[in-house]
């Protein structure tokens, strides 16, 4: 017979407590890999002499990282740009990729013909 919210059959709580933590591995491991990338982007800058420091480029020759004053016109570039190459590429700010939603939306145009 149930006792609480926690016994009742389909609740997603169980008495162990492991439910709250599944898939907690690898979102954790996907941090302390951002975190990772984003302190070897920092030290990658701070190797070099200040006059040639840009705050962006690619770490580990793969993942870029941009630490500049994000612009509205970079965000446009890279967030909203239905004419660009790629659906993927670098973020705004910070270490990794960003979806490109205006290269998406024109491709969904272009397939069903809007």
Request: proline share 6%.
């Amino acid at each position: 017979m149930p006792r609480g919210p926690e016994d009742v059959v389909g609740s997603s709580k169980s008495g162990s407590g492991q439910d709250k933590h599944r898939g907690g591995g690898l979102k954790r491991f996907v941090t302390l890999v951002t975190i990772g990338l984003a302190v070897a982007a920092v030290v990658k800058e701070l190797r070099l002499p200040e006059e040639e420091r840009t705050w962006n480029g690619k770490v580990a020759a793969v993942v870029p990282y941009d630490f500049r004053f994000p612009t509205m016109e970079r965000a446009k570039e890279r967030l909203w740009d239905p004419e660009a190459e790629h659906v993927i590429g670098p973020r705004v700010f910070g270490v990794g990729w960003a979806v490109n939603m205006g290269k998406v939306v024109a491709m969904v145009r272009d397939r069903v013909g809007v």
